[in-house]
C-alpha cells in the first residue's frame, strides 16, 4: 500500500474523509452536485446511488425519474434493469462450483459438455469466465435467426465454427463464453441457472430486491444490451429465448449487499475472491486490465474493482475501492454511455483529490497523420483515424472516443478524462507506439501500420 492509500484509511478509520464529515450536508452535496450536472446535461433520466464504507451505507438518494411518462421517481428503492449483471453473476457461480469441488476450472470444455460435439479440446472452463476462450461470438448469427432462435440452434452454430484465436492468447469479450457458462452450472448443479442464482446467490446475500423484471419493467422492451467496453447486442441474442435473466432487475442496495458477500466470505472463499480479483495473465505471460468478471483500475494510487454494463437505456455501475473499504453503485435510466466517468467523478470528491486538468489543443490535418495507423497488443488491434478535425481511438469490441489534444504527444478521451493515449515518435516524427493509461492501467501498443 502506498503512502497515500495508507493515509486515506487512516482518515477514514477516524471517521472523516479528507477534511469534512461523511454524513454532513457538505459530503452529500459533493455528491449530489455531481449527479445533478449529469442529469442536467441530459445525460440520463434518473439516477440512484448508494455507497457503503465498511459494511455500513453512508449515502443514498435518488434523482430524477425511473420512468419520466409514469411519473415515477428515482430512489434506493427503484427497481432497474440489470442483466448485464449476468456476467459477474455466472463467474461467482462457476467460482462456487469450484470452491465445493464440483467441478475444477482447468477441465476442458468438451468433456463437462460432451453432448455439445464440440471441436475445442484446448478450451478449458476457466477460459470462459476469463473472457480468454477464442470461441466466437454468436451474436450476428442470433441476430440475423430471428426473435425465436433457439439455444439449440445457437450451439450447432458454435459447433460448426473454428476458433478465432488460440484459447488463453486473447482477451475479447463474447455472448457466447456466457452462453457456455451457463450451460457449464446447470450441467454441473443439475439446477436451472434461474434456481442456481435464486438458491446460491440472492438468498444468501440477502438480495430479497433481485428478481426477473416485472411485466411492466423497461426490460422487457429494451432492445439493445450495452457492455461495460461500450458493445452492444440485441438482448435476444445475450442468451437465446428460453434463458430470460437478461431482464433482470435490481436495485442500489441489493448491489451493494452483492459486493459486501463477495467481500465477507458469504458467496465465496478467500481463494475464490483472491482470483475473482486478480489480473487475468495471458498464456504468454502478458497481463490484462481484466479480472474474472471485473474491470481493474487505478485512481490516482488507488486501487479500483468495478463491473457494470447496460440493457436498452439502463446503465449499472459498481465500483469497489479496497484499500479504503468503500464502494459505490451507480443505476441510471435514460443513459447511453458508461456510468464509470460519473462514478469517478464522484470517487474523486468524495476522496478530496484534485479535478484533472484538461485543455484542446488544434491540430491540422498534417499533424494528425503523424499518429493515424494500426497499433497491436499482442493480437488486438487499435486503430487510430481521423473523424472530422480530430483524431479517434478505435479498440478492439469496443466503442471509439474522440480526442483531445493536450500536447506533447499526449491526448485525452472526449467524454472521460481517465482515458489517454502518449505517443512516442521515432527520429522522423512518426509514431511509433502509444501507451494507452485506461482508469490508471497502462497498456503499450506497438504501431504495425
Known amino acids: 500500500m502506498t503512502s497515500r492509500s495508507a493515509l486515506l484509511v487512516l482518515s477514514l478509520a477516524a471517521g472523516w474523509l479528507l477534511g469534512f464529515d461523511d454524513t454532513s450536508p457538505e459530503w452529500e452535496a459533493h455528491v449530489g452536485s455531481q449527479v445533478v450536472k449529469f442529469l442536467g446535461e441530459g445525460q440520463a433520466d434518473g439516477v440512484s446511488i448508494a455507497i457503503a ?3 455500513e451505507v453512508v449515502y443514498r438518494e435518488g ?3 425511473v420512468d419520466a411518462k409514469r411519473g415515477l421517481v428515482a430512489d434506493t428503492e427503484s427497481s432497474f434493469p440489470v442483466g448485464s449483471l449476468l456476467e459477474q453473476l455466472a463467474t461467482v457461480a462457476m467460482f462456487q462450483l469450484a ?7 482447468d477441465t476442458p470444455l468438451v468433456e463437462v459438455l460432451p453432448g455439445l460435439k464440440l471441436e475445442w479440446e484446448t478450451v478449458r472452463l476457466r477460459h470462459l469466465i476469463e473472457g480468454t476462450s477464442g470461441i466466437p461470438d454468436f451474436t450476428d448469427f442470433a441476430k440475423a435467426s430471428g426473435p425465436e432462435v433457439e439455444v439449440a440452434h445457437v450451439l450447432e452454430f458454435l459447433a460448426s465454427a473454428a476458433l478465432e484465436t488460440e484459447p488463453g492468447t486473447c482477451y475479447a469479450s463474447s455472448n457466447s463464453n456466457l452462453l457456455l457458462a451457463v450451460l457449464v452450472i446447470e450441467k454441473v448443479s443439475g439446477k436451472s441457472i434461474g434456481d442456481f442464482l435464486e438458491e446460491e446467490l440472492f438468498g444468501p446475500a440477502e438480495m430479497s430486491a433481485t428478481s426477473w423484471c416485472d411485466e411492466d419493467s423497461p426490460a422487457r422492451d429494451a432492445p439493445v ?3 461495460e467496453d461500450g458493445s452492444q447486442v440485441d438482448v435476444r441474442a445475450v442468451l437465446p429465448s428460453e434463458y430470460g435473466e437478461a431482464r433482470m432487475c ?3 442496495e441489493d448491489l451493494l449487499r452483492f459486493r459486501a458477500s463477495l467481500d465477507s466470505g458469504v458467496l465465496l472463499s478467500a481463494r475464490a475472491l483472491e482470483l475473482l480479483t486478480s489480473t487475468v495473465r495471458l498464456e504468454n505471460g502478458e497481463t490484462t486490465d481484466r479480472a474474472y468478471g471485473m474491470d481493474l483500475s487505478l485512481l490516482e494510487d488507488m486501487r479500483c474493482e ?3 454494463g447496460g440493457i436498452g437505456g439502463a446503465r449499472m455501475h459498481v465500483a469497489r475501492f479496497p484499500d479504503a473499504d468503500m464502494t459505490f453503485v451507480l443505476l441510471a435510466m435514460g443513459a447511453e ?7 469517478r467523478r464522484i470517487a474523486r470528491n468524495v476522496f478530496g483529490l484534485a479535478p484533472l486538468e484538461v485543455t484542446d489543443l488544434p491540430l491540422d490535418s498534417e499533424q494528425r ?3 493515424i495507423g494500426g497499433y497491436y497488443v499482442g493480437c488486438d488491434r487499435y486503430a487510430v483515424r481521423e473523424s472530422g478535425e480530430r483524431l479517434e481511438l478505435v479498440p478492439p469490441m469496443s466503442e471509439s472516443y474522440l480526442l483531445r489534444y493536450q500536447g506533447h504527444q499526449r491526448f485525452l478521451a472526449m467524454d472521460d478524462d481517465d482515458i489517454s493515449l502518449i505517443f512516442e515518435l521515432n527520429s522522423e516524427g512518426d509514431a511509433i507506439l502509444f501507451r494507452l493509461i485506461y482508469h490508471g492501467i497502462e497498456t503499450r501498443a506497438v504501431r504495425r501500420e
Open 53 to 55: 464504507r465498511g459494511g
Open 63 to 65: 434523482f430524477g425519474y
Open 99 to 105: 470452491d465445493s469441488e464440483k467441478l475444477d476450472l
Open 225 to 227: 444490451v450495452v457492455l
Open 250 to 252: 435490481s436495485n442500489v
Open 306 to 308: 468495478s463491473f457494470g
Open 337 to 343: 454511455g458508461s456510468l464509470r466517468p460519473l462514478a
Open 369 to 371: 497523420s503523424v499518429f
